[in-house]
C-alpha cells in the first residue's frame, strides 16, 4: 500500500512538473511571441516611418519639381515680357525716327520749295529786267534813229534828191562791203552799221519824197530783203509801185 502511495505521488510530482515545465514553456512561448509581435510591431512601424519619410520626401521632391517649374515658368514669363518691353520700346523709336525723318523730308521739300519759289520769283523778276532793259534799248534805238532822221531830214532840206541818193549809196555799200566778208548775212548789224543804215534810209525816203525813182526802187529792196530795216513785203511794194518798177529787183543799184 505504502509503495502504491509512493508510486502515486511520484507520478503526482511528475505530473506537476510536467504542468509546471508547460506553464515555463508556455510562458517562454507567450514571451516569445510577444517579441516577436513586438518586433513585427516594431518593423511594421519603422516601415510605416519609412513609407511616410518616403512619401514627405516623395511629396518634397515633387514640391521642389513643381516650385522649380514655376520659376522656370515664371523666368520664361518675366523674359518673355521683358523681350515684348524691348520689342515694344524699339518700335516706339522707330516709329519716333520715322516720325522725325518724315518731318525732315517735309522740312527738306518745304525748304526746297521755298528755294523753287524765290528761283522762279527770281526768274521772273530777271525776266522783267532783262524785258524793260530790251524795251529801255529799244525805246533808245528808236531815239537815236529818230535823231539820226531829224538830222538826215534836217541835211536833206539842205541838198537835193541826187545828192541824197549817192551818198546813201557810198554808206550803204561800205556797210555792204562789211556785211560781205561776215558771209552776207544782215542780221545782227553792228552799232555803227545799223547807224550807217538808218541815214541810208532817212536819205533815200528824202530823196524819194521828192520822186527820186531810183531811191524808191532802193528802199523797196532793203525792205524786201530786211536790210537794215525790219523785214516787209508791204512796205517793200509800196515803194516798187511808188517807182513805177512793175519787176522789181532784188538788188541795189547805184
Partial sequence: MGKQVDALGLQLKEKNAKI?????????LEAALKAAADELEARERAEREAAERQQQEELAKRRRVEAEREAAAQKKREESMRRRREMEEREAEAARVAEAAKRKREESMRRRREVEEREAEAARVAEAAREAAAR???????????????????????????????????????????????????????????????????????????????????LGVLYANGQGVKQSYTEAAKWYKLSRSFAPIHTVVQ
Fill in 136 to 218: 529801255a534799248t529799244r525805246e533808245q534805238e528808236e531815239l537815236l534813229r529818230a535823231q539820226r532822221a531829224a538830222e538826215a531830214a534836217a541835211l536833206a532840206a539842205s541838198k537835193n534828191a541826187v545828192e541824197l541818193y549817192e551818198e546813201a549809196c557810198h554808206l550803204y555799200f561800205d556797210v555792204k562791203k562789211a556785211v560781205d566778208k561776215r558771209g552776207g548775212t544782215w542780221t545782227p548789224l553792228t552799232a555803227e552799221e545799223q547807224e550807217a543804215m538808218d541815214t541810208v534810209v532817212g536819205m533815200w525816203r528824202s530823196a524819194a519824197m521828192q520822186s527820186h525813182h531810183q531811191a524808191q526802187c532802193n
Fill in 20 to 28: 509546471v515545465l508547460s506553464d515555463r514553456r508556455s510562458e517562454e
